[in-house]
Nanobody
Framework: VRLVESGGGLVQAGGSLRLSCGAP???????????MGWYRQAAGKQRELVAM??????DYADSVKGRFTISRDNSKKMVFLQMNNLRPEDTAVYYC?????????WGKGTLVTVSS
């Protein structure tokens, strides 16, 4: 499944960014059942889950709870990550993921840099 991310950039600490991810080649009725996620990978570190949204639930890493919000627009086959009160430690490449029938697809990633 092809995933297209956008919205990364450079922001000062305390600022906000909104990441977007679309699955343009997906049928809406299929997308509804997909589990969407955002992961991030900082330099020299392993990729970690930031947030996920299934059909009915959402979940967040402890480090972003209360600051980040994941949402999805099934009609547009898109998922979003609203990031508020950003911190320098949030600096990473953020990847969109889609899980369908146990198979994970990844976007190419978008860089988020938070300056102090």
């Amino acid at each position: 499944v092809r995933l297209v991310e956008s919205g990364g950039g450079l922001v000062q600490a305390g600022g906000s960014l909104r990441l977007s991810c679309g699955a343009p080649g997906t049928i809406t009725s299929t997308f509804i059942g997909d589990t969407m996620g955002w992961y991030r990978q900082a330099a020299g570190k392993q990729r970690e889950l930031v947030a996920m949204a299934s059909r009915d639930t959402t979940d967040y890493a402890d480090s972003v709870k209360g600051r980040f919000t994941i949402s999805r627009d099934n009609s547009k086959k898109m998922v979003f990550l609203q990031m508020n009160n950003l911190r320098p430690e949030d600096t990473a490449v953020y990847y969109c993921s889609l899980v369908r029938y146990g198979i994970t697809s990844w976007g190419k990633g978008t860089l988020v840099t938070v300056s102090s």
